[in-house]
């Protein structure tokens, strides 16, 4: 079973989220916990799962079974995104370590 973790982004972003977005999560996140799977963006451990026109972006250290939610957003600032995670990689993959 994997622990996830959230980034204070994420965790920001998911106290904005209405009901609806709010229950998806939580149910991909008891998925998430047995077994880590989405849509790769770039690495094997960084990746998406989609719900309506929107992303749930996470890594995944496989090793030590853990995740980190980093963050929910738009098909379109996805690029953003996707650019954020490879400029802070090593603290983002370290994040998880240090809880």
Do not use: C
């Not at 622990?3 to 229950?23: G, H, Q, R």
């Not at 989609?50 to 939610?69: A, G, M, S, T």
């Not at 098909?75 to 490879?86: L, T, Y």
């Amino acid at each position: 079973m994997y622990v996830i973790f959230a980034t204070d982004t994420f965790k920001e972003i998911y106290s904005s989220l209405d009901k609806t977005e709010k229950d998806w999560i939580d149910t991909i996140k008891k998925k998430l916990e047995e077994i880590p799977t989405g849509r790769p963006l770039g690495y094997r451990w960084f990746l998406e799962k989609k719900f309506l026109n929107k992303r749930l972006f996470f890594l995944v250290d496989e090793e030590r079974k853990k995740l980190l939610f980093v963050s929910f957003a738009s098909k379109k600032e996805e690029q953003a995104i996707i650019d954020f995670v490879k400029d802070n990689m090593k603290e983002l993959l370290e994040h998880p370590h240090n809880l």
